[in-house]
């Protein structure tokens, strides 16, 4: 394991991801319900939900920023425990400076997972970049670990994976998930309409 990987993980105490081509494989689908209602669905990979669970059971604080809106991003989030969910941010560096106020966590503690030109911002800003074998090559020449994963197919949890190995609490997690001992610390969802809050 690259030795710089190795000690921005161990830094690590606040981490974001993107949704779209990050924790789905970025095709958006609709629904119109029986009141003419167009209701986005997401598919989520449950495996990619456990490494961020395990992640922040191991002391990182999670969230999410997303250009989108959908309702479904929230309940994903507070099935996950996270503690920050920004929706409709188009400037996702601005809302991770507030993040980080928040939560009293520098950008040198903090981690951003992104796919396309539209994290840019974000991934210049943070310590730690990451990134999905899907992301366009503007983020990949910018990544610190790229998962050989495609987006929605396992590459957060890959990243997650990664992580815990490199801060040494990995096989902390699966002993504990095997003998029962495990538990899932869940916060209390902060959630930040970014559109609102400009």
Not at 150 to 166: P, W
Request: aromatic fraction near 8%; include cysteine; charged fraction near 30%.
């Amino acid at each position: 394991m690259d030795e710089k990987f190795i000690q921005k993980a161990k830094k690590l105490k606040l981490l974001f991801t993107d949704i779209d081509g990050v924790m789905t494989d970025s095709k958006l689908c609709w629904y119109t319900d029986g009141e003419g209602r167009h209701i986005e669905v997401k598919n989520f990979e449950s495996l990619d939900g456990m490494g961020m669970i395990f992640l922040r059971a191991c002391g990182v604080r999670t969230g999410i920023i997303s250009r989108g809106s959908a309702p479904v991003l929230q309940h994903w989030a507070k099935l996950l425990g996270m503690d920050i969910l920004y929706y409709s941010a188009m400037d996702k560096a601005a809302a991770l400076r507030d993040a980080c106020e928040r939560f009293g966590v520098t950008l040198e503690e903090t981690g951003f997972i992104g796919d396309d030109i539209i994290d840019l911002g974000a991934l210049h800003a943070v310590n730690f970049r990451l990134s999905v074998t899907n992301a366009v090559d503007e983020v990949k020449v910018l990544a610190d670990y790229t998962s050989p994963k495609r987006g929605g197919y396992g590459a957060v949890r890959d990243i997650c994976e990664q992580i815990l190995k490199a801060r040494g609490q990995w096989d902390d997690v699966v002993q504990r998930v095997t003998d029962g001992t495990f538990e899932d610390h869940k916060a209390d969802l902060t959630v930040v309409n970014w559109r609102v809050k400009k």
